[in-house]
C-alpha cells in the first residue's frame, strides 16, 4: 500500500514537470517534493533532470543527480542525456565512467545509454574511447539497434580518417538500415573529399531524403565539382523534393565559381516566393553569387535590401566591389561599415586590400594593413601578404615587396612569389625576378606559367638567349602546359570546355564550327590585305 501511495504522489508531478518552461517553476516544483521527502526518488528526480535538459539548465541537473545516494539507469541515462544535449560531452563520459563503477550495484548500461555515450566521444572527437566504447556494447549485450549503430558510425565519420573503415563494418553489420545510416556514411565520405564513393553509396540508395541529397551538393561543391554539384541539385528536382534553405546555401556557391547566372536568378525567385530571403545566410550567398557572375549591380540591390546585415554581408559586398575595380565604392563601404560598429574580420580586410591594390590606391592599402593589426589585433595571414605584395608590386615598390617577403612571420607560397614575378615583368626587373623564380623552382618547380613569365622578361628586355634558354629547360624537363579552360550556360546547363578536350559528343561539331571561324578569318585577312594593295596601288 505505500509503494502505490507514494507512487500515486510521484504521478502527480509528472504533468507540471512536463510543462515546466523555466528554472524559477523547477524550483518551486523541487521545494514541495522535498516537503514530501521523495528527493530521493530516481523516478522524480530522472523527470526533474529531463526538465532541466529542455531548458538547457546543466547546472542545476548535475545538481539534482548528486544528492541522489542511489541514483539507478534512468536517472544516470537522464543525466548523461542532458549533458550530451548540451554539448557538455566530457562530463556526459564522465558520470557514464561513474555508472560503469557501479555496475556491481546492477546498475549497467543499457540501449539508451550508449547512443548518447558514442555521441559524447564524437564531440570531443576521440576515436580511440569510441572503439573502447564500441567493445562494451558487445560485452553488456546490448542490441545495438538502428539508433546505437547510426551513431557509432555518425562518431567514426568525424574521429579521422582511418575510423571509416570502421564505420563501413557497422554499415554493413547492421540488420536493418534506415535513411539515417545510409546519410551517415555517406556524409562520412564527402568530410573526407571521397566523392566517387560517396556517389556509389548515394546511387545504391533505396529512398532519399532532402538531407542525403543536400550532403551531396555539399560535398561537391566543396570538393571544386561545380557542375557536379548543379547537376545533383536538378536531379533533387525531377525527382520532386523542393530546395530547402540549406540546399540553397549549398548550390548557389557552384552558380557563383560557374557564372550559371539564370539558376542564380531561378533561386532567388524560389528563395522569395518561399520567405527565404528573410535569413541572411541565403541573401549573403546570393550577394556573392551576383558578385561572381558579374551582376554587381544585382548584388549591390540586393545587399541594401537587407534588413540586418552582419559581418558576412558586408565582406561580401566589399569583396564584390574589389573584384569588379570599384576600388573607392569598397572603401567607402568599408568607411560605413566601421561607422555603423560593424567588426570586420580578416575576409573584410582581404577585400579592402584587394580593393586598394586593384584600384592603384598603394598609400590607403598600407594604411589598412596597419589598422589591421594595431586597431583590430588581427595577425595577417598568407592571403593579407598576398595581397600586400600584390600592391607593392603594382606600384613598382618592387624592393619593399621582396623586404615583405623576407620578413613575413608566415612561409610564404607559391602564390606570393608568383605574384612577385608578375610585378617583376610589368616593371622589367630581372635581378628580383630572377629571386622569385629560383623560390619557385623548389616550390613548383613543373608549373610551366613561371617559366614562360621570366622568358617573357628576358624577350622584353631583348636577351633572346635566355629566351631559348628557358626553352630548351621546358623541353628538356618535359614540363607540360596547364590546358586552358572555359564555361558557358546555355539553356541553364553549364557546359565545360577543356583545350583538346573531344570527350564530350558535340565535341567534333565544335571542332568544325571553328575551323571554319578560322578559315573564315584567313580569308577576311586575305581580302583586307588586297584592298590595302589596290588602294595603295591606286594611290600611285
Known sequence: MATIFIRQLENRYITPLKNCSNITNLKKIHAHIIKLSLSQSNFLVTKMIDSCDNISHIGYATSLFQQLIHPNIFSYNAIIRTHAHNRHHSLAITFFIQMLARSSKSVFPDKFTFPFVIKSCAGIMCGSL????????????VDSGNITGNALIDMYTKCGDLNLINACKV?????????????SLIFGYVRLGQMKSARELFDEMPVRTIVSWTTMVTGYARAGCY???????????MVGIDPDEISIIAVLPACAHLGALEVGKWIHMYADKNGFLQ??????????????????????????QLVEKDVISWSTMIGGLANHGKGYAAIQLFEEMRKVRVAPNEITFLGVLLACSHAGLWDEGLKYFDVMREDYGMEPEIEHYGCLVDLLGRSGRLGQALDTILKMSIKPDSRIWNSLLSSCRIHRNLEIAIIAMQQLMELEPEESGNYVLLANIYAELGMWENVSSIRKLIRNKRIKKTPGSSSIEVS???????????????????????????????KTSDLMELVEENADTSSL
Open 171 to 183: 554499415f554493413e553489420e547492421m540488420g536493418h538500415r534506415d535513411v539515417i545510416s545510409w546519410n
Open 227 to 237: 557542375a557536379e554539384a548543379l547537376g545533383v541539385f536538378r536531379e533533387m528536382q
Open 279 to 304: 535569413k541572411s545566410e541565403i541573401c549573403n550567398a546570393l550577394v556573392e553569387m551576383y558578385a561572381k557572375c558579374g551582376c554587381i549591380d544585382e548584388a549591390w540591390s540586393l545587399f541594401d
Open 130 to 141: 569510441g572503439i573502447q566504447v564500441h567493445g562494451l556494447v558487445f560485452k553488456f549485450g
Open 492 to 522: 541553364n546547363v553549364v557546359q565545360e570546355f577543356v583545350s583538346a578536350d573531344d570527350s564530350k559528343p558535340f565535341s567534333q561539331e565544335v571542332f568544325r564550327i571553328l575551323e571554319e571561324l578560322a578559315l573564315h578569318q584567313t
